[in-house]
């Protein structure tokens, strides 16, 4: 792999061509990103482009956090330098191979843990109070016939949080204000940290009344959250999911909530969306959202922004703003 590590310098060579730089976009993203990158770069749509020369030209990727970028996408992409993800998350690139070939991969971390950490104790808060049903029972007129039912109180709860890195670290301080007791498990402890630590999701679970996934998604997560945590967490807890629907065995968690084995959940992503199970959609225990933790006009801006800052700093030879962990270890060679 040695010969490949020059790629990870901390300046690369600068792009000196006269002729446009190609790009690749392989999946939907907002208008005024694809607005700011055809301003800079020429941009050819995954969807369209069949030019097996344009391929050999094409010399960045760009898309998604889930957008399959896989080794055979990157066999017809032999001269692809960087690819640039719109997320914090990088799921669907095989980081792998980019890496066997000298490919760097950034991603845009930093930017979305307020709106992710906010839109997580909207879930707690949704699923505790009901917010969502008590929304409709005004509206249908439901209140003349009698009081709403009562809810569970969220301040002074236990709150384990699975996954405690940047954006988990941002919803623990929010908890705090509500007095929650907090505790985690992750890949290992964090000395730093003041909160009692759990060597695993199914022992974590057993000790708290709403159990909160933010760990990031992919192989090794994969599955992490099944009946057997859901059985631990049980009756009359609550789980909450904003980081990945691949961290969950969703078979299990329909089944948990259609038993009662959990009292309910807040979802805002599922294993294959956005084409959400309809028995996930007809559970009354649920509150569901369109994968919108992030999707703030502002944080979507600074995302963009970062995607292009990414791009231009590799172009131009600077540092990389930031790459994704495994390429920065090699950077720090």
């Known amino acids: 792999m040695q010969e490949n590590t020059d790629m990870y310098q901390e300046k690369p060579e600068r792009f000196t061509q006269m002729e446009p730089i190609e790009i690749l976009r392989v999946s939907n993203l907002h208008t005024f990103l694809i607005d700011d990158l055809n301003k ?3 941009m050819h749509d995954h969807n369209h482009i069949n030019d097996p020369e344009a391929l050999k030209r094409v010399v960045a990727v760009v898309g998604g956090g889930e957008t399959k970028v896989d080794r055979k996408l990157l066999s017809i992409l032999p001269n692809v330098k960087i ?6 998350g990088y799921d669907g690139v095989d980081v792998q191979a980019a890496i066997e070939r000298g490919i760097v991969v950034t991603h845009t971390p930093g930017v979305l843990n307020d709106d992710v950490a906010d839109l997580a104790m909207g879930l707690l808060l949704s699923v505790s109070r009901q917010i969502p049903k008590a929304d409709q029972f005004v509206k249908a007129g439901d209140w003349v016939d009698g009081p709403f039912n009562l809810t569970k109180k969220l301040t002074g709860a236990k709150l384990g949080i699975v996954g405690l890195g940047r954006i988990g670290q941002a919803i623990a301080k929010r908890a705090s204000a509500f007095d929650m007791k907090i505790s985690y498990t992750a890949r290992t402890p964090k ?3 003041p909160y009692p630590y759990f060597p695993s999701a199914k022992a974590l679970a057993a000790e708290v009344d709403f159990l909160l996934a933010i760990t990031p998604g992919g192989a090794s997560t994969k599955g992490m959250i099944n009946m057997e945590v859901f ?4 009756p009359n807890g609550y789980f909450i999911n904003v980081a990945r629907g691949s961290v969950v065995e969703q078979p299990d968690l329909i089944k948990a909530l259609q038993d009662k084995v959990i009292a309910g ?8 969306e956005p084409r959400i199970s309809p028995e996930i959609r007809h559970l009354p225990n649920v509150v569901l959202t369109p994968h919108m933790a992030s999707g703030t006009f502002e944080t979507r801006r600074a995302m963009a922004d970062l995607v292009l800052a990414n791009l231009a700093a590799y172009f131009a030879g600077n540092k990389l703003p930031a790459p994704v962990p495994e390429c920065q270890a090699l950077l720090e060679e």
């Not at 059985?231 to 049980?234: I, V, W, Y």
């Not at 959940?265 to 294959?272: I, K, N, P, R, S």
């Open 265 to 272: 959940a807040g979802l805002d992503v599922y294993y294959d």
């Open 231 to 234: 059985e631990a967490l049980g």
């Open 83 to 88: 690819i640039s993800v719109f997320g914090v």
């Open 191 to 193: 000395a730093d940290l």
């Open 40 to 42: 800079a770069y020429m």
